[in-house]
């Protein structure tokens, strides 16, 4: 036993060097994080902003005005043209120069002051099917804003345009602003891990095949088991030093802690990279050069970080993409990397995670093992 | 001590496809000889070696190489054997002597023993100033000597070198020679493939392959004397000659 573990020992500590002396990953290992975590959360944002909009107004009144005003003092919304006609409005949109249209009729303020209620016109651009939604959402509440301010102040319509009677309040748990980032965050510290310790294994030991240096170990009377744990060693402690540094960074960029145990998410992240970095080595173990086994984990983890929840709910998913993400070992750490930084779940909680995770690692580790190949 | 075998090969066969690359070639190695095996490019050699080593499973027939057997227990066949391939295998991105602490412990040797055998090594080799160099910065001549001393580092009964010294200058192809000698001098059985006729007269007996099929074996005196013929090149251009496999 004692002689087994110093022959480990002397095989992790080569693989240590090695990864050093590659100049380029211990820079990687440090921008990478801070990139993905300062830029992703900002960009890759699903909320609705400065969205166009177009005016015309054919009733210049004093209340159309006032309309107007609302809209462009609005965060949401752009008040990028006022034109005198629909038709010229219709050239906007088609110029890219307006997401929607607002068109007030002729005698607009005549009518509410006689007849207690208007029309407006809303004309939005589908293009974008999740900003046009949106973004038809945020306009109507401006215009039932609008209306009843002029129902409270003036008297000026004959009803209360709300739906009187039933207020909907709603609190949102875990999240209360409903903060995209905070949402954001854990995946991007997923995908991180995958990117990395995903990656690397997949050209290692395709490397020391092409540069054949595996035939000076493969004709020594080392163990298969020795040699693969030899590579997920190195790997387990970059990819925990990232997740710790991204943690680190979730909290200096967005004040964001993880409101469950420390500890779990150190036992997830843990058997995640083992699972990935493993799934590395097997693709290494069955290429025969780098840019074959670079293109083939580059497909595996295109369709991980798709059909994992990372992007897009899980939940909204037709039933066959449903079923194929229940192999894929992102899904299940993102799931318990969210409920653990959110929720503040515990391990009770977060068993099913952990048994897929657990049975995925034992048979990828096996599959490692017994890909790599000693003579042919 | 010459009726002892180290290595046995019968019928020992290698196909790929259609492609017969060793055709039951059938041969015995003495305890501490000095074994040539030659052939053209392409005549089998590296792939009848490859199979003694237990990195290439054999088609058909068996050997044993130090009393194992190299198809069921090839891993305790690695343990007593050294290995220099045709192509330079060390690892260009570790220091000479992290090479030689990597694979000393890969044999189970401890730290202390290492260090002292791979000072005394590398003062016998001139190389006690580049212990600390990248092996990729070193002459290839320099890496050969290199690789050869870490091929019996560990003391093995038997090292197999394929074609040690390609591409080297004579004056380090004659040190790499005396290198071989005192590795054999130790009792190390050597098994050496060359291309150099010179290198074959150094050998105690050669076999010589053709087309997959070793045509002769023998002593070098014996041959000469068999083909009637002054030098091993001679012998070996009257067996080559018979090859119907073009070389690559």
Sequence with gaps: MKGVLMVIRFLIEKEFKQMMRTRVLPVVFVMLPLFVLFLMPKAATQEVKNLKVCVVDNDHSPLSARLVHKLSASTYFVLTETCPSYREALHCMEAGRADFIVEISPGFERELVAEGGSRVLVSVNGVNGVKAALGSSYLSQILTGYAAELWEEEGLLASRPVLAGLDVCPRYLFNAGLDYTVFMVPGLMAMLLVLVVGFLPALNIVGEKERGTIEQINVTPVGRFDFILSKLVPYWCVGLFILFYAMLLARVFYGLVPAGSVGLLLLFATL??????????????????????????????????????LLTPVSSMPAWAKAVTYLNPLRYFIEALRMLYLKGSSFLELLPQFVALSLYAVVVWTWAIVSYKKNR | MKD???????????????????????????????????????????????????????????ATVAGYDVCRQAEDVKKHIGYMSQK?????????????????????????????????LLGELGLAA???????????????????????????????????????????????????????????????????????????????????????????????????????????????????????
């Excluded at chain 2, 066969?13 to 000889?33: C, L, N, P, Y």
């Excluded at chain 2, 050597?190 to 010589?208: G, K, L, P, Q």
């Excluded at chain 2, 070098?220 to 080559?240: C, E, H, I, Q, S």
């Design chain 2, 88 to 120: 330079f295998a060390l690892y260009d991105d570790l220091t000479v002597f992290e090479n030689l602490r990597l694979f000393g412990g890969i044999y189970g040797m401890s730290a202390k023993t290492i260090r002292e055998k791979a000072e005394r």
């Design chain 1, 272 to 309: 995640f990279i083992l699972v990935v970095s493993c799934l590395g080595l097997i693709v290494s173990n069955y290429s025969d050069t780098m840019q074959q086994a670079a293109l083939v984990m580059f497909f595996f983890l295109v369709i991980f970080i798709l059909m994992s929840g």
């Design chain 2, 130 to 248: 580049e212990r600390d160099a990248l092996v990729a910065s070193l002459p290839l001549g320099w890496k050969q000597k290199l690789a050869f001393s870490l091929s019996i580092f560990h003391d093995p009964k038997i090292v197999f070198l394929d074609e040690p010294t390609g591409g080297v200058d004579p004056i380090t192809r004659r040190q790499f020679w005396e290198l071989i000698y005192r590795a054999s001098d130790r009792g190390i059985t050597v098994f050496v493939t060359t291309h150099y006729m010179d290198e074959a007269e150094y050998c105690d007996r050669v076999s010589i392959m053709v087309d997959g099929k070793i045509e002769a074996l023998d002593t070098p005196a014996n041959l000469k004397r068999d083909f009637g013929v002054a030098t091993m090149y001679d012998v070996f251009l009257a067996l080559a000659r018979r090859a119907k496999r073009t070389s690559d």
């Design chain 2, 4 to 62: 002892k075998y180290v290595i046995e090969a019968e019928g020992l066969t290698k196909q790929f496809g259609a492609f017969t690359a060793t055709d039951h070639i059938s041969f015995r190695v003495h305890e501490g000889e000095i074994f040539g095996f030659l052939g053209a490019n392409g005549a089998g050699k590296t792939t009848a070696m490859r199979m003694l080593c237990g990195l290439s499973r054999p088609s058909a027939g068996w």
